[in-house]
């Protein structure tokens, strides 16, 4: 890896562990601002760097670091009823940058495309999990796991095709992308 893609792949990393934290209590399954975090992560930096990126956040949460929702941490979270969800994550991950990083004329319909498609996976890996664990139909496991989600996600990626598009267009990531190129950097 280059180091640019291991300063990106970390400084996603962060973005994750602080997004993870931020919650909305409504259920069994909080709202969680983990995957708005991996959109936007996975958005910016290749597949590779992208499932690097979530795999540090998820060992990272294992080893006792609390930034899983609502600040819990350790396997136990893992191997409980939500942790379909983490261990959905680098899957997301290389869905949104592998899609989102295809067509860049159409970036945003590739931005959208890639975080409903994400988003549908995370859900059933993460519902089949549940049901695992707690021993409950999927039926049921579906309202409580995937309804109430559906509208807190749309609002989630839409959030994200709003953060990325203005993180693309500002001086920042111009003035990073010329940079590197005169610099000589990472050839």
């Known amino acids: 890896m280059k180091i640019r893609e291991i300063t990106l792949t970390a400084i996603f990393s962060a973005v994750l562990c602080l ?3 931020i919650t909305f209590p ?7 601002l983990a995957t708005f975090g991996v959109m936007i992560a996975a958005s910016f930096i290749k597949a590779k760097c992208a499932i690097i990126s979530v795999l540090v956040y998820i060992i990272l949460g294992c ?32 869905i949104i940058s592998t ?12 931005l959208l ?17 549940y049901c695992a664990v707690t021993q409950i139909p999927f ?5 409580v796991t995937i309804l109430p989600f559906i509208i807190p996600d749309f609002v989630k990626i839409f959030a ?4 990325v598009s203005a993180a693309e267009k500002s001086v920042f990531k111009r003035s990073f992308s010329t940079h590197q190129k005169n610099s000589g950097v990472d050839k």
């Open 99 to 110: 899609i989102a990083q295809k067509n860049k004329k159409h970036r945003k319909t590739m």
């Open 63 to 94: 080893v006792g670091l609390p930034i899983f929702s609502s600040f819990g941490s350790g396997p136990s979270v893992i191997f409980g009823a939500t942790g379909g969800y983490i261990l959905s994550y680098p899957i997301m991950a290389a």
């Open 26 to 32: 409504i259920g069994a399954v909080p709202v969680s």
């Open 113 to 129: 495309l890639s975080y409903i498609i994400s988003l549908i996976v995370c859900h059933l890996l993460g519902s089949i999990w």
């Open 139 to 143: 039926k049921k496991a579906f309202m």
């Open 160 to 163: 994200a095709i709003i953060t």
């Open 19 to 21: 997004f993870s934290i």
